[in-house]
């Protein structure tokens, strides 16, 4: 099994049902070649750094996923490049360094959610020393 | 006749304080870099959106190249910028 993770911007001007049916046809298309959806990152309404078919903002979505071989990742990108909603995209395969990372970002042990957790268990030991 | 607060600029005040640099992804264990991360990538370029070299950042070669696939991913989908004025 070889582990994908793509990555696509969709054009900000869906509604948000419609934002969600495009993210879920992409995940439907997968499954139904077999792949094993790991996870599926809304990464939510970024500000683009540079200005994309006249829009300056795009809604991020990260797809990842297990297929025993890559055969279908060109249909894939194919179907992408031809969906007029999809503003860019990436794909790529991830190295046993790179499943890792995902996995502990998801478990909450690296990046945002551990600074969160490290913020929070100072202010409550703060608190407890005010006690 | 300089006075004493005048001599101080006479030397050179970065001599003894080169600190050795090191690579952070060697010393930390950091194995994987993520191109979505945009706020981790900003340390690796300069305000006009360009990779810093090896020299400035002290990465080892194996990591600054990683380094650079990552920025490059990362301004394919829109999250760094290809140029920029003043991007720190």
Known sequence: MVQYEVTFVVDPVLSGDEMKSTAQVYVDMLKNEGAN????????????????????SGVYYCIEFQMENGVFIDKFE??????????????????????????DKRDGK???????????AAAKAAAAAEK | MA?????????NPKIGNNKKKYCRFKKYGIRYIDYKDSEFLLQFINPQGKILPRRITGNSLKFQRKISVAVKRARHLALLPFVADQLK
């Open chain 1, 78 to 103: 194919l179907a992408l490049r031809r969906d007029e909603r999809i503003m860019r995209f990436l794909t790529v395969r991830l190295d046993k360094f790179g499943v890792q990372f995902n996995q």
């Open chain 1, 110 to 120: 690296i990046g945002i959610a551990k600074k969160k957790r490290e913020e929070e």
């Open chain 1, 37 to 56: 959806i790991v996870h599926v990152d809304e990464m939510g309404l970024r500000q683009l750094a540079y200005p994309i078919r006249k829009k300056l």
């Open chain 2, 3 to 11: 006075s004493r607060d005048d001599i101080k600029f006479l030397s």
